[in-house]
């Protein structure tokens, strides 16, 4: 049954919502008493076993703190930003701009929220990312230099790559430089030095359990080339939330488009948007739903095209 006033689901069988406490009737004079008791509900709201509430008001369930993204559309999506301190998967293919979504998240964070961050990058090293990010405009290097941004290299890590090694490093340097967000990118690089899946498991869930303990709100980015490859992914049971981004090809260009599969405690915009990639990072279009977006692009084609011929 959904809740009235927070929209939250509860089971059929449930007197009022464990989220906000609101009284879950069907009938407006059933309102006035709760069943089993009789005794009155004030306003609609749930008595938890049968005690009067203080000044009339129903218990309301502590707000979840949020970590803005910064990202132009997305926080709208999500409800003012991510679960603070919580894990969050993004998934998508090639070129959807997952590393760049992570790095402007820790940008934001630094610049204009006040929260240091962490980049580990299992992939591509730090060198080859400061070429591709000034782009953009945003100058990693002072953020290092200035000790708010941390980089953590797998060639970095002694010998053979260790998950051991990599939780140690993490809870390092989130202790030095008071680290309040951490991104892991990509996920996909343990699939390459774990081949065997119960080994794989092991590994994904300590390292999942490395980053929750840090307390810092954290994105992990994982490789996905379709539904094939989406059968019981461990990972996403484990996170918090799952973002998807995928990329589909219009006419002769490509619509980029991000979805929110799951975010706990948070009531999601359950709609595809499109996204774009520009001069200052990602932006999200949250104003048009995809099809409106995708029909204004095509139109916009055509309108060039007729004039320049």
């Known amino acids: 049954m959904k809740c009235p006033a927070c929209r939250r689901e509860n089971t059929a069988d449930s007197s009022y919502c464990f989220l906000c406490g609101t009284a879950l009737f069907s009938k407006p004079a059933d309102r006035a008493k709760q069943p089993g008791n009789g005794i009155p509900i004030p306003n609609g709201k749930a008595i938890p076993d049968g005690k009067p509430i203080p000044s009339g008001k129903a218990p309301s369930a502590e707000k979840l703190q949020r970590s803005p993204t910064g990202i132009d559309g997305l926080d709208v999506m999500i409800g003012g930003g991510l679960p603070k301190g919580r894990v969050v998967l993004i998934s998508g293919g090639p070129g959807t701009g997952k590393t760049t979504m992570s790095l402007q998240f820790l940008v934001n964070g630094c610049s204009k929220f006040g929260e240091n961050g962490i980049f580990i990058s299992l992939d591509e090293p730090l060198k080859k990312l400061l070429q591709e990010t000034s782009e953009f405009g945003w100058d990693l290097k002072s953020l290092i230099d200035a000790n708010k941004l941390a980089f953590i290299e797998s060639s970095t890590l002694a010998g053979k790559f260790s998950v051991e090694e990599l939780a140690t490093q993490i809870k390092e340097v989130t202790s030095k430089i008071n680290a309040q967000r951490i991104c892991l990118d990509p996920l996909t690089f343990i699939s390459i030095h774990y081949p065997d ?13 490395t980053l929750t303990a840090t307390g810092a709100t954290c994105i992990v980015t994982n490789e996905s080339r379709g539904d ?42 359950d709609q595809a948007r499109a996204y774009v990639i520009e001069n200052e990072g990602m932006k999200v279009i949250s104003q048009s739903d995809l099809f409106t977006y995708a029909a204004s692009l095509f139109s916009r084609k055509i309108t060039e095209k007729s004039s320049k011929t």
């Not at 899946?197 to 359990?209: G, P, Q």
């Open 197 to 209: 899946i119960v080994a794989r498991r092991k590994v994904i869930m300590n390292l999942f359990d």
């Open 228 to 269: 094939t490859e989406r059968a019981i992914l461990l990972e996403e049971y484990l996170a918090d939330a799952v973002l998807r981004l995928t990329s589909s090809r219009v006419d002769r260009g490509r619509v980029r488009t991000i979805e929110i599969e799951k975010m706990r405690g948070t009531i999601i915009d």
